[in-house]
């Protein structure tokens, strides 16, 4: 069989535990994988004195696929977010994340639903000045460019993955430009998918919905801001940031990476869920079509979680991220 190269950055924090345990479980599916290190973020710094370095853009866009764990970002000073930054860099335009209930493990039962979230503008553009003593702006940009790309990638993914409902959340009463604008190209995108239905839901009432009946929803469509805090509420409703897979979606590579970030109040204390990221392994191998070892893989999870002693803290539970670890390797 022909050698799949993968480029993986461990990350910060939590991020090197819970790849060496997806590093094990991915070694079980006996799929020639090779995981090709790279550095970003704070490691890469110490490393190359360079935050994002070339050798690591090169590295993914050779392979064409990457696995990252969490980087952490400075809170209010200090360097810009080295994720939205690789985003941005390689043109990894659709941020997407099923959020799926576990049985006996999640709050709300019956959730399955997708977050499609924009991935290169809005807010996060980084455009952000001191225009006065005591006055600052952040800008935010919308583009028909990025918003149609997003709505179209989100009616494909409905279209393929049986999913019969596409929800667009906005604040377009409020921000009529910006917003006004990623809803007519979401309507606009809509008409050629006849088969989906189409609808809208202001922000925070969408919030107040997820929380009541979230069973209801389907496809999410929303801008990289309310994308990024829904992602998190909706993660919370299934049992947390230790359960949800993502990926970065662009035209020639993806990097593949879960909700949560470095979680640095239980780094190094061998209690990190290791299960997002073993799920985000398993969408990024059916990225790579191979399905059938993905279903497999998902399937070995969820029987090691039905069982109370393979479960991590942050779902009641007293096992180490190596022990659940383990009993997913044993389950495949
Ligand atoms: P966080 O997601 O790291 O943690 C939030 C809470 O969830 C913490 O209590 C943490 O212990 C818990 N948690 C997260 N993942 C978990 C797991 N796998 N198992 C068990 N518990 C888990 O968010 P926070 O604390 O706001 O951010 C920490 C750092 O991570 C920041 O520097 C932030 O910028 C960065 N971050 C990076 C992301 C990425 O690399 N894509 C995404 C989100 C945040
Ligand atoms: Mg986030």
């Known amino acids: 069989m022909k050698s799949i190269p993968i480029t993986l950055i461990e990350g910060d924090g939590i991020g090197p535990e819970i790849a060496s345990v997806m590093k094990k479980v991915a070694q079980a599916t006996q799929l020639s994988l090779v ?3 790279a550095l970003a973020g704070q490691a890469a710094l110490e490393a190359y004195a360079e935050l994002l370095p070339d050798r690591t853009l090169k590295q993914i866009k050779q392979n064409k696929v990457a696995l990252k764990g969490p980087l952490t970002t400075p809170v209010g000073k200090g360097f810009r977010s080295i994720n939205v930054l690789l985003r941005k860099t390689l043109k990894l335009f659709a941020n997407v994340r099923p959020v799926r209930s576990i049985p006996q493990i999640s709050p709300y039962q019956g959730v399955d639903l997708v977050i499609m979230r924009e991935n290169t503008e809005d807010l996060y553009a980084g455009i952000e000045h001191e225009i006065a003593p005591g006055v600052v702006e952040s800008i935010k940009v919308i583009t028909r460019v990025a918003s149609t790309r997003i709505a179209q990638y989100a009616f494909e993914y409905a279209m393929k993955n049986g999913r019969k409902r596409v929800t667009s959340i906005h604040k377009a009463n409020i921000m009529k430009l910006s917003d006004g604008l990623f809803l007519e190209c979401a309507r606009k995108v809509s008409k050629a998918y006849p088969k989906i239905q189409y609808d809208e ?12 009946k979230p069973q209801q929803f389907d496809v999410l469509l929303l801008e990289n801001l309310y994308g990024d805090i829904v992602s998190d509420l909706a993660a919370g409703l299934v049992g947390g940031l230790g359960l949800v897979p993502g990926a970065n979606i662009g035209k020639k590579c993806a990097i ?3 909700v949560h ?5 239980i780094a190094g204390q061998g209690k990190a869920n290791p299960t997002a990221m073993i799920l985000t392994f398993a969408m990024m191998l059916e990225y790579l079509g191979k399905g059938k070892v993905a279903k497999q893989v998902e399937a070995a999870v969820f029987k090691t979680l039905a069982n109370k002693r393979f479960r991590t803290p942050d779902l009641g539970g007293r096992a180490s991220t190596e022990e659940l670890g383990e009993a997913v390797v044993r389950a495949l």
């Open 256 to 258: 593949f990476e879960s």
């Open 35 to 37: 995981f090709e290190p």
């Open 261 to 265: 970030g470095s979680a640095p109040d």
């Open 201 to 212: 839901l202001i922000v925070d009432n969408a919030c107040m919905q997820l929380v009541s």
